[in-house]
């Protein structure tokens, strides 16, 4: 079946071609299926409906959907809008329904003063495929208007000499509807001198016209009066009145007398105000006042008379007003001219305006999509409008163009009709919004254009994840800070607008992982530590912090952050050796041969801080005899400063000074006692040797007697006290745990000499000889009054038996009793990491600490 017109007009050649050779009865029957394709096709593209005028307001048209076929759902699911031609949208359609609605009361007289039939026009535009199809509403009239005479009174002058049978034309009365509700009669009321005829205008319209059927005589009546009625064909029928007055003027014989009944005239619509149209003139032969004429319009068509001035001695009409040919394309007057007695006699004055270039193009905004997504595809429709030209043939010729290079074109629909389409892909974070412009050109001889701005807003998409400013983030604190100090921040951006680029911040904790000591605030990016931080336990941390936008699905970067803790001088040296475990310090054997720089022992100490915290340094505080002995300032090696003389005392006692170089420093001591032997089988040192033997004094004896009697009473009480409390620690004992060695210190790589070299030497008073010899190793033997909560216990007794048959060692330690109250780090009795084999010849026996 043909889709158009063109190719049924394209079947019909071929058919015709084709019945060359065939009968003219085989001819006829092609041509007349062809001609009915055709008429079916042309019925296809429009919508046809009437509705009374003055109906109220959403009255009903037509059902657009049952007239289509088309379901309600159809017409919702592909947009179905009704778009009227004009400024004025007078018609709604109600997609769930189909159903084409008046969207206010039409009045017909209003929307087609001058025309028979009045017919508004619209189109119906369907999208996914996109469709146009055109329809009209017919508004029919009703009878609502009664004829309406111009002037509720008209006074005729009529010379009594007018012969009978002489017409005038009366104003026409004027009915705003039309068709059999239109002016369709005039009666007049009976007299004895007048009749009424009808004549009829150029288009075809009639007016009244009296008709005198008998002499006037104004002797006998001067005036007369009656009454016309015009009455219109409805149902009921309307109908208006005037009153005719007839003056009888006195004998005036010869009435004026124009040209020319009827004057044609063609003016420019742009003509200026006051150019002339034409010049009317009537004759009269009389002489005097009766042979002076008057000129006067005496009816004209709507609106003309306000568009022209008539000079009512010369007769010359002259533009008043701007005329248009896109309102009215004909005028049309009658003009009167009487004479000084009273006659008179009209002609016809028609003026056709010819159409000039001076209406600029009207673009109307049909639809328009002023939000668009930054992802939506090519050829994506955003809007759709129609252009205009009022004026006619090449002046209203149109084209249509976009002004700049922007993403978008510009595609003819139907009719004049064009849609707005993207030609790229849009990036909102390139261009945000766009300024369309429109411009709309006619073809005419001064080309006249208009222009329509269209702003286009890219809305954002969420396609940028946030970016951060570093890929690694490092950060200081220094140790014992406060809890939630805050120590820097992150910064993620992100391109995106709105919620898009709104960044949360959070940590990425692996899945057991413990709770991190820092926090991030989710707003600004602040990096908070939340507990405080030691240097000796946690140098540096590493965090992953994650930036995410709020779109949907969420986009996120990371960032490490790293956190270098800043160490303080908050912990003081601590000294390995030797021990202060005991009150007397540690004791060393030096030969009496033993040269200058000879190495007695090392002072072997550390620092849990870090850096110059850390770095140490070690000077001689008290010494027995200063010049004997030098320590080094770094190595903490203590030496003979000279040879050791015979005259020197057999026992030293050093006090070392061991100082960091942080701010402010910390510092530890340690005692160092030194014997000086012969040789290490020596019998001969005592403990009297050392100072010499005091005075008797009888008072002092006497008082030490009293203090002894004192004392050996605390004492029995003591140890009865002490007999108790350890029976009741004995039962707690077994469920104490180990010591352990202080971790700072355990872990520390500090100091000169290898742990398994640091050992304290001691010797008791009165030993007669000892030798030793460094053999394997020992088990460590730990103090047995060490209270539960890990306090050390100073008053201690280890006494154990080691025998290992694979190392050959027998080993007997015996701690002293220590007076020294000052905490320690470490209560540690008896540790060996290389093994001592003492043997003793009396009950005093030497001892030894090991660390």
Not at 54 to 59: G, I, L, T, V
Request: aromatic letters at 6%.
């Amino acid at each position: 079946m043909p889709t158009s017109r063109e190719d049924a007009v394209r079947l019909l050649g071929r058919a015709m071609e084709w019945n060359g050779r065939r009968s003219r009865s085989s001819l006829r029957q092609v041509s007349l299926f062809l001609l009915c394709v055709c008429v079916w096709q042309s019925g296809a593209e429009s919508l046809r409906y009437s509705l009374a005028e003055e109906m109220e307001r959403d009255s009903f048209v037509g059902n657009i959907a049952q007239d289509l076929g088309l379901a309600p759902s159809q017409l919702a699911a592909r947009k179905a809008r009704v778009v009227s031609e004009g400024n004025q949208q007078l018609f709604r359609l109600n997609p769930s329904t189909g159903v084409l609605t008046a969207k206010e009361t039409l009045d017909r007289e209003a929307i087609c003063p001058q025309s028979e039939t009045c017919t508004l026009f619209f189109s119906l535009f369907l999208d996914n495929p996109l469709q146009l199809i055109r329809g009209e509403v017919e508004v029919l009239d009703v009878n609502d208007n009664s004829p309406v005479f111009p002037e509720k009174e008209m006074i005729l002058e009529i010379p009594e000499t007018t012969p009978p049978g002489s017409r005038f034309p009366l104003e026409s009365a004027r009915d705003k509807d039309v068709g059999s509700n239109g002016l369709q009669n005039y009666s007049l009321e009976s007299n004895s001198h007048f009749s009424l005829a009808f004549g009829k205008r150029k288009g075809g319209t009639k007016y009244p016209e009296l008709i005198l059927e008998q002499q006037l005589d104004r002797e006998q009546q001067r005036d007369m009066n009656f009454l016309l009625t015009a009455s219109d064909g409805g149902s009921p029928p309307k109908s208006g009145m005037a009153q005719i007055r007839i003056v009888v003027l006195d004998a005036n014989d010869n009435p004026p007398m124009f040209s020319r009944e009827v004057y044609e005239v063609h003016m420019a619509e742009n003509s200026p105000p006051g150019q002339l149209v034409i010049r009317v003139a009537a004759m009269d032969p009389d002489e005097g006042s009766n042979g002076k004429v008057q000129y006067a319009f005496s009816q004209a068509s709507d609106g003309s008379q306000e568009l022209f001035e008539l000079n009512p001695e010369t007769g010359e009409i002259r533009v008043a007003g701007k005329l248009d040919f896109e309102e009215i394309k004909n005028h049309e007057m009658m003009v009167k001219a009487t004479d000084g007695g009273g006659l008179s006699t009209h002609c016809k004055v028609q003026v056709e305006v010819m159409d000039m270039n001076d209406n600029a193009p009207e673009i109307a905004l049909t639809s328009h999509t002023a939000c668009m997504p930054e992802d939506a595809p090519p050829r994506t429709v955003v809007a759709l409008f129609s252009i205009r030209d009022r004026d006619s043939g090449e002046n209203g010729r149109t084209e249509c163009t976009i002004d700049g290079d922007l993403p978008f074109t510009l595609t003819p629909t139907f009719g004049n009709f064009y849609e707005l389409r993207t030609n790229a892909a849009l990036d909102r974070e390139t261009t945000a919004e766009y300024n369309i412009s429109i411009r709309a050109t006619d073809w005419g001889p001064r080309r006249l254009s208009s222009r329509e701005s269209l702003w286009v807003q890219v809305s954002d998409v969420n396609d940028n994840a946030p970016a951060f400013s570093q890929e690694l983030y490092s950060m200081w604190v220094t140790e014992n800070n406060s809890p939630m100090v805050r120590i820097g921040s992150v910064q993620a951006r992100d391109a995106d607008a709105g919620s898009n680029a709104r960044v949360q911040y959070a940590l990425v904790r692996e899945e057991g992982q413990e709770q991190a000591a820092v926090s991030v605030s989710s707003e600004s990016g602040d990096v908070y530590v939340v507990r405080s931080l030691d240097y000796e336990r946690v140098r540096a941390l590493e965090v992953w912090v994650s930036a995410a936008d709020g779109g949907s699905p969420a986009l996120s970067a990371r960032a490490l952050v790293r956190v270098l803790v800043r160490d303080e001088n908050d912990n003081a040296p601590v000294v390995l050796h030797p021990g202060a475990e005991s009150g007397a310090g540690a004791g060393e054997l030096v030969p009496r041969w033993a040269p200058a720089g000879y190495l007695v022992a090392k002072v072997v100490a550390v620092d849990a801080d870090a850096g110059q915290n850390a770095w140490l340094s070690y000077e001689l505080a008290k010494a027995t005899e200063p010049g004997l002995f030098r320590l080094g300032l770094h190595s903490g090696e203590l030496r003979t400063a000279r040879a050791v003389a015979e005259r020197d005392a057999p026992r030293h006692r050093l006090v070392v000074l061991v100082r960091d170089r942080g701010q402010p420093p910390r510092s530890a001591s340690a005692t160092l006692a030194i014997a000086l032997l012969h040789d290490f089988s020596d019998a001969h040192v005592r403990l009297s040797q050392d100072a010499p033997p005091a005075e008797p004094d009888d008072t002092l004896t006497l008082y030490l007697i009293a203090c002894l009697a004192c004392v050996s009473a605390l004492c029995l009480a003591t140890g009865l006290a002490a007999l108790l409390m350890k029976l009741r620690r004995d039962r707690q004992r077994q469920a104490e745990p180990l010591p352990t060695f202080p971790t700072a210190v355990a872990e520390s790589d500090a100091g000169s000499l290898p742990r398994s070299l640091v050992y304290d030497v001691c010797l008791a008073t009165g030993t007669l000889s000892s030798d030793f010899h460094f053999l394997g190793p020992l088990l460590p033997c730990f103090p047995t009054g060490m209270s539960p909560g890990g306090a050390p216990q100073r008053s201690s007794v280890c006494s154990q038996e080691v025998s290992n048959p694979g190392e050959g060692v027998n080993f007997t330690a015996q701690a002293s009793l220590s007076e020294d109250t000052s905490p320690r780090p470490a209560e540690v009795a008896c540790a060996a990491n290389r093994g001592v084999e003492l043997n003793a010849g009396s009950d005093q026996s030497p001892w030894l600490t090991h660390q």
